[in-house]
């Protein structure tokens, strides 16, 4: 029985820190809600901001929420050159050694030190989903696209939880090689 889950693809955006949000916003300043994202408590917020690196800017940046415990600034690897930072292929909260950026919003800047990744690409799912996938949190595998352009991505990440949703991500530039788009259905290989 083929083990089949839809694909999505992420592109660049930034989740902020409270603080950083008070930085680039306003003291106090609470995420506008644009639309809810397909991971429960996850969302698209009406706020953008401005990526300022060393040899260049990409303008109007979308912010998701909530806010988190750090901020992470998750780009597209041709985004990595444009700005003129090291493109770092990371796991989400994996940030340490990782190059850093400014963030202008309409109230302040924010200089990063680290936080820029290109998002290692992962599948989301409920615990109940890992079960019958027979996979765990943390496990590596392997899932196939379907159609003309059918490719097998490898060194996926599987992240359980009791909040997730069944859903893999791989960021735009990947799924438009792959010929893929919202929702397709791919094949969990182990």
């Given at each position: 029985m083929a083990l089949k889950l839809p694909i999505a693809l992420s592109n660049r955006h930034v989740h902020l820190s409270q603080e950083d949000l008070d930085t680039l916003f306003g003291k106090g300043y609470k995420l506008t809600i644009k639309k809810d994202l397909s991971q429960?408590?996850?969302?698209?917020?009406?706020?953008?901001?401005?990526?300022?690196?060393?040899?260049?800017?990409?303008?109007?940046?979308?912010?998701?929420?909530?806010?988190?415990?750090?901020?992470?600034?998750?780009?597209?690897?041709?985004?990595?050159?444009?700005?003129?930072?090291?493109?770092?292929?990371?796991?989400?909260?994996?940030?340490?050694?990782?190059?850093?950026?400014?963030i202008v919003g309409p109230k302040g800047e924010v200089e990063l030190d680290k936080g820029v990744i290109v998002a290692a690409r992962h599948i989301h799912m409920h615990t109940k989903d890992a079960e019958q996938f027979g996979v765990k949190d943390g496990d590596i595998v392997k899932v196939r696209t379907e159609g003309v352009r059918?490719?097998?991505?490898?060194?996926?990440?599987?992240?359980?939880?009791?909040?997730?949703?069944?859903?893999?991500?791989?960021?735009l530039e990947e799924g438009n090689a792959a010929g893929v788009k919202n929702g397709d259905m791919v094949e969990l290989i182990k």
């Open positions: 429960p408590g996850q969302y698209a917020c009406e706020e953008k901001v401005d990526l300022v690196g060393p040899k260049g800017s990409i303008k109007g940046v979308r912010v998701l929420g909530p806010v988190r415990g750090s901020t992470q600034v998750e780009i597209l690897a041709s985004d990595a050159f444009k700005l003129g930072v090291e493109p770092v292929i990371r796991n989400s909260g994996d940030l340490d050694g990782t190059p850093g950026l400014k059918a490719v097998v991505f490898e060194n996926v990440l599987i992240r359980s939880g009791d909040t997730h949703a069944l859903e893999m991500h791989v960021d």
